[in-house]
């Protein structure tokens, strides 16, 4: 569990499914992703963000506002199941409930996500990655202090040639950056 200022990263409960899959069926949250879930998929989802903790260690963690302990979406770390240039990789995510954009969560979060993974967990790297149209994660990832090479943005394996999201932007840091303080 991380205690951050206005949020808590913690173990997911059952009592966060339903609202998670709340989360995964809205269009907006998933105007970036392949299709929005059910919540058989969404469950699906929570079952292998569980089992990726058991495996690894580390995740993507529940995350809740600290003043009303709602439960607002996941942030925190994962490996990418899929081959590309740059895996293997931990890479820094986020969905939050879009009731709940704009407020800097994401980035509170994200940071935080950063300081366990370098600090905790010991990663030399962690990546982030989007289609170029996701503005807003962009914004965070740069706000984390992220950095974009064009030269490293791929194709999404996991999508089909002609699909409008295949295409990917790549952001890296890297912990002796961070350390440096890449990152405020």
């Known amino acids: 569990m991380l205690t951050i200022e206005r949020l808590l990263l913690r173990e997911w409960r059952d009592s966060d499914r339903e609202p998670f899959a709340a989360l995964n ?5 998933m105007e970036f992703m392949p299709h929005t879930l059910s919540r058989e998929k969404s469950d699906r989802s929570a079952d292998r963000i569980q089992s990726h903790f058991d ?59 950063l300081r366990y993974g370098f600090g905790t967990s010991k ?16 914004r965070v990832m740069e706000k984390i202090g992220m950095m974009h090479n064009p030269v490293d943005d791929f194709d999404h394996p996991g999508l089909p040639m002609g699909n409008p999201l295949r295409k990917h932007v790549l952001y890296r840091l890297r912990s002796r950056d961070w350390k440096a303080g890449a990152v405020s």
Do not use: K, M
């Open 55 to 113: 495996q690894h260690g580390f995740g993507l963690f529940a995350v809740e506002l600290g003043a009303t302990e709602e439960f607002i979406g996941y942030i925190g770390l994962a490996t990418p199941s899929f081959q590309a240039q740059f895996t293997p990789c931990v890479e820094v995510g986020w969905r939050v409930a879009f009731r709940h954009w704009g407020r800097g969560l994401a980035t509170e979060g994200a940071r935080e996500a």
């Open 123 to 138: 990663l030399t790297e962690i990546v982030s990655f989007t289609v170029p149209a996701n503005i807003s994660s962009r």
């Open 25 to 29: 069926a809205d269009p907006r949250v």
